[in-house]
């Protein structure tokens, strides 16, 4: 069974940095893609960034040019790191990897901007 542990969550100031980490049970490169999403009290999950095998990195318009993602493959980790960070992201940031059809998902770690 695949497990994915985040981590580095916790409070910072609006204009801070954050680096949330996504620990893999397998080897990175078994999955289409690893995935992070962030879902706020009453809202929908929504997607955050992704990056594939192939090294191709998406992210939503909500976080570009403030947050990025990486992978370190010998880690088995996909980070997100956060830069001037809002209050509006604030949320429960989760890591997901794919793998064909199937989704594998962490439990998510908190993230509180405010000041």
């Known amino acids: 069974q695949v497990s994915l542990v985040e981590s580095g969550g916790g409070s910072v100031q609006p204009g801070g940095s954050l680096k949330l980490s996504c620990k893999v049970s397998?080897?990175?490169?078994?999955?289409?893609?690893l995935r992070w999403y962030r879902q706020a009290p009453g809202k929908e999950r929504d997607f955050v960034a992704s990056?594939?095998?192939?090294?191709?990195?998406e992210d939503a318009d909500s976080v570009k040019g403030r947050f990025t993602i990486s992978s370190n493959n010998a880690l088995n980790t996909v980070f997100l790191q956060m830069h001037s960070v809002k209050p509006e992201d604030t949320a429960i940031y989760y890591c997901?990897?794919?793998?064909?059809?199937?989704?594998?998902w962490g439990k998510g770690t908190q993230v509180t901007v405010t000041s």
């Open positions: 997901r990897a794919n793998i064909m059809s199937r989704k594998y």
């Open positions: 397998e080897n990175i490169f078994n999955f289409n893609s």
């Open positions: 990056i594939n095998v192939g090294g191709k990195i």
